[in-house]
């Protein structure tokens, strides 16, 4: 099919073996519902919004840069990151203020846990750290006073 002009509307049915490439699509595809099978290849150059994706993507290779709101729920294990991990919330728990890290010279930690659980600190009794290799330390009031960090006790 080439050159083609125009509005398809109320196409009913099912579409097989489509081989070839698709360029220049312009427009919008709108309450597209079913299955997409085997797509295989690349999308690039994909602007827009995605809502309500349901489902497993797996074999994501490449970079994802400006993410911007939520993510929740997020289960399993997050491997070969690389880079930095900035502004990430904590958690209070059990009465612990539980902080993720990927330092490992406790010393380091210490004098960072003000930083990386700011106001939090103060409604605790301790301090767990957790290390990317799931090593973790509950760390009392006594051991964070030589660093100037003051927690309930």
């Known amino acids: ?20 490439t698709h ?27 995605q809502l309500n994706v349901v ?22 294990t997050v491997t070969n990151t690389l880079g930095s991990v900035s502004n990430t919330a ?3 728990d059990n009465n612990y203020v539980r902080v993720n890290t990927s330092i490992t010279d406790l010393e380091s930690v210490y004098k960072n846990v003000r930083t990386l659980v700011g106001d939090l600190a103060v409604e605790a009794t ?12 509950k760390v009392s009031s006594a051991e964070l006073a030589q660093y100037g960090i003051q927690i309930k006790s």
């Open 90 to 92: 904590t958690s209070v």
């Open 1 to 20: 099919q080439s050159t083609f002009v125009g509005v398809r509307t109320a196409m009913t049915g099912v579409l097989t073996a489509m081989v070839g």
């Open 55 to 76: 489902g497993s993507q797996t074999s994501m290779m490449g970079s994802n840069t400006n993410i911007i709101g939520t993510v929740s729920n997020t289960y399993g």
């Open 23 to 49: 360029t220049n699509l312009i427009g919008q595809r709108q309450t597209l519902v079913g299955v997409d099978f085997s797509s295989i290849g690349t999308a690039t150059n994909v602007r827009g919004t």
């Open 126 to 137: 301790r301090v767990k750290i957790s290390w990317k290799d799931t090593v973790s330390k």
